[in-house]
């Protein structure tokens, strides 16, 4: 396991366990908190992990309500707006998301792109040699 992946295991324990501390029944039970506190003395980027996580947390507790009622509300209506556009802007839509996400679309539609362009121009000029 590389370095990377090794440090992303840890984050995602330490996520798991901070999910944890927060479930009732693992509040209160000894051998959970006795397994978390070994969890944390095995590996120091265990506690930098953990740590982390729980500061993220504290952090999504201080949006307040009208915030996320706010943010609630935009999404609903991007949601609505992307609903109501016309089919051919939708098309585009995609075709751009694909050509951004995935360097093998961004490959594929060059190619197509300039193999019309190519048939158009001989096209073109093909007529002009009869």
Known sequence: MC???HLQHIDEQALNWLLKQHEPQYQ???RSQSAFRAWLTIDPEHQA???RWKLEWEAMDAISEE???RLRTRLQQEAMSRVQR????RLLNRGVDAWFINPAWRFALGGALCLLLG???LGTVGSYFV
């Open 67 to 69: 915030q996320v009622g």
């Open 86 to 89: 016309p089919w051919p802007l």
């Open 3 to 5: 370095k990377e992946e």
């Open 49 to 51: 992990a953990f740590l």
């Open 119 to 121: 048939v158009a121009l």
């Open 28 to 30: 209160n039970d000894a």
